[in-house]
T-cell receptor
Framework: EAGVAQSPRYKIIEKRQSVAFWCNPI?????LYWYQQILGQGPKLLIQFQNNGVVDDSQLPKDRFSAERLKGVDSTLKIQPAKLEDSAVYLC?????????????FGSGTQLSVL | GESVGLHLPTLSVQEGDNSIINCAYSNSASDYFIWYKQESGKGPQFIID?????DKRQGQRVTVLLNKTVKHLSLQIAATQPGDSAVYFC???????????FGKGITLSVRP
């Protein structure tokens, strides 16, 4: 089966600019996750969707980050305006139904550099 | 702070030897644990998982051991190969609707 697809692969922007990331999960996976991975650290959950509803966004900096999954399939994560500390890899993951938070399959991520 | 941590930041092993990567967790209520492998420039790749009602689970060349008494998780890799070189993360989950929380990761380096 095809894996989790993410784009772009790399993005370089200046601080205060905006940026958007796209994710297409594995077909049939109801749950979609966005994680932020700062260099040298483990991934940190930003937001979790079940179909097109938000399950957990407690660690999403809502003043600048937003995410949507309108039709329960693809998702976009946006940062506006970006800060230097947002430089990280943004990973999208998905999991099968009835395995909320378990056995996540990750994409290759988008590496964001904020200058 | 994070409830999942690893004892050592790096581990170097000889090709062909067995590797043991250790992980400590602090939440005794955690009921699901998982190991991921992450190669440079790639996303984390699922290795093996285990629920708290089990002590041991085996996969292909890998074994996960769970010691709930001391809140310790380990990943054993048999006959380590150069392709096993990567960063390994343990992660835990507490309860049906909780999120997966990752530790900081340990680098495994395989010497030829």
């Amino acid at each position: 089966e095809a894996g989790v697809a993410q784009s772009p692969r790399y993005k370089i922007i200046e601080k205060r600019q905006s940026v958007a990331f796209w994710c297409n999960p594995i077909s049939g996976h109801a749950t979609l996750y966005w994680y932020q991975q700062i260099l040298g650290q483990g991934p940190k959950l930003l937001i979790q969707f079940q179909n097109n509803g938000v399950v957990d966004d407690s660690q999403l900096p809502k003043d600048r980050f937003s995410a949507e999954r309108l039709k329960g399939v693809d998702s976009t994560l946006k940062i506006q305006p970006a800060k230097l500390e947002d430089s990280a890899v943004y990973l999208c993951a998905s999991s099968r139904p009835r395995t909320l938070g378990e056995k996540l399959f990750f994409g290759s991520g988008t590496q964001l550099s904020v200058l | 702070g994070e409830s999942v941590g690893l004892h050592l930041p790096t581990l170097s092993v000889q090709e062909g030897d067995n590797s043991i990567i250790n992980c400590a967790y602090s939440n005794s209520a955690s009921d699901y644990f998982i190991w991921y492998k992450q190669e440079s420039g790639k996303g984390p790749q699922f290795i093996i998982d285990i629920r708290s009602n089990m002590d041991k689970r085996q996969g292909q060349r890998v074994t996960v051991l769970l010691n709930k008494t001391v809140k310790h998780l380990s990943l054993q890799i048999a006959a380590t190969q150069p392709g096993d070189s990567a960063v390994y993360f343990c992660a835990e989950k507490t309860g049906a609707n909780s999120k997966l929380t990752f530790g900081k990761g340990i680098t495994l380096s395989v010497r030829p």
